[in-house]
């Protein structure tokens, strides 16, 4: 069996394109966001996880989308009707044990996926380390400002509110991403201590978005796979994934809208602002944290 | 399988508040009272928005409603045809604009219909247990 590859990565770290291109190489598969290593049972996934921000039952389309695809070769409202009789009868079963009998299923293609709600605990991510002893794992960065923007952009920075990314004020709290993105990485790098170096690699998105031949190149070469110039070329159509579009109705989502809604990959050069300019996010225009600052030097920004 | 496997890192992250936060109730601990009130506020303003929000737009689509008599009433004229003079572009417009919302509708009646299939079987298996238990 293919060992699985994981781009960890807080969320809009360019993971989503990254995802899709590397799953268009034709030795591997990418998946939607499957959340599976959130819980350690697949009937979890179906258990309401907090009172405070409401059912997220979109955490559940990424793992229906795949199973319609990989079972029944299509997403359509019967077949993510039959993804859910498919997780049914395995509720009881660990969600490695699931993902397993998928990756099985796709062998010899090496899977590749991204859920970036793995990196919020590092328990989920050693639920990985557990189920695959042979995976490898890509720490995709992004400069903290231009990820806490795209943050703030996605439905009123929900996600950083979800991760109780708040800073308290004189006489209010605000959602303040930058905690978020120090603390999701602080728990990938933790994380991949306990990684021996040949598994793991590090990126910028910023670097793959200006110069995609040669970062694809570089990832091919590490995992052991074609670098050809048609390899490549398929990479840079992330948009003909049979999950680079919104699924059916009953398992809409299974990744970043904004992707959902334009897969296409440009190449361009991304400009990455300094680190000690105020934040835009912030009332009182404050910069960012000084421990933001130097963790973002550690990640060559 | 991996080699020589080490301990994780031990580098300590600066949220101020502490738990899994996805999965269970956060540790607010280490937040003073008013601190977990302005949160408390926080949430509340944010899911306040979330459902303006939401009601907004339901209340397109109810407009679509009546958007779509709006557009009959202009194709059609007292004896249900096209006025003489609407120009082709005008019609071709209509159409697709019609086509649209139609489809949109059939999408909503297929979703409706599933989740009421699925609230029936609910309510039956519901039904059943029901006559089942032991009276007392």
Known sequence: ?301 | MSSNPKQAGTRPKIGPIDGDPVTTHPNLSALSPVQRGLREALLREFMARKAKKFVEKQVQYINANRQVAESLMLLFDEHGQAPGNMPLEDIVEERRQLEYQVKWFEAMLLEMQTRLLRVREIEALALDVLERAPKD
């Open chain 1, 1 to 301: 069996m293919a060992a699985p590859l994981f781009l960890l990565a807080p969320p809009r770290s360019y993971t989503s394109l990254m995802n899709a291109m590397l799953g268009q190489h034709p030795q591997c598969f990418g998946l939607p966001e499957l959340c599976l290593f959130n819980v350690d049972k697949l009937f979890e996934l179906w258990v309401r996880a907090s009172d405070e921000m409401g059912n997220e039952a979109k955490t559940r389309h990424g793992l229906l989308r795949a199973v319609a695809e990989i079972y029944a070769g299509e997403q359509t409202m019967d077949t993510v009707r039959m993804a859910n009789h498919w997780c049914a009868a395995r509720q009881h079963a660990t969600t490695a044990e699931v993902y397993q009998e998928l990756v099985e299923k796709v062998d010899p293609l090496i899977t590749v996926e991204k859920s970036p709600a793995y990196t919020v605990d590092i328990k989920r991510m050693f639920r990985i380390e557990a189920a695959f002893p042979d995976a490898r794992y890509i720490h995709l960065t992004r400069h903290p400002v231009g990820q806490c923007k795209s943050v703030m952009s996605l439905y009123d920075g929900t996600f950083a509110l979800v991760v109780n990314s708040i800073d308290f004020l004189e006489d209010r709290a605000i959602v303040e991403p930058q905690f978020a993105w120090y603390d999701l990485n602080i728990n990938i790098l933790n994380f991949l201590d306990t990684i021996p170096p040949e598994r793991q690699m590090r990126l910028r998105g910023e670097d793959v978005m200006s110069d995609p031949h040669a970062y694809l190149g570089k990832v091919c070469r590490w995992m052991g796979l074609r670098d050809d110039l048609d390899a490549i070329e398929q990479m840079m159509h992330p948009e003909r994934s049979p999950f680079a579009c919104f699924g059916p109705m009953d398992a809409i989502f299974g990744n970043d809208p904004n992707f959902l809604s334009g897969p296409t990959f440009r190449p361009h050069k991304v400009k990455v602002p300094t680190l000690d300019q105020p934040v835009p996010w912030r009332p009182d225009r404050k910069p960012l944290f000084p421990k933001v600052v130097e963790l973002a030097r550690e990640l060559g920004y």
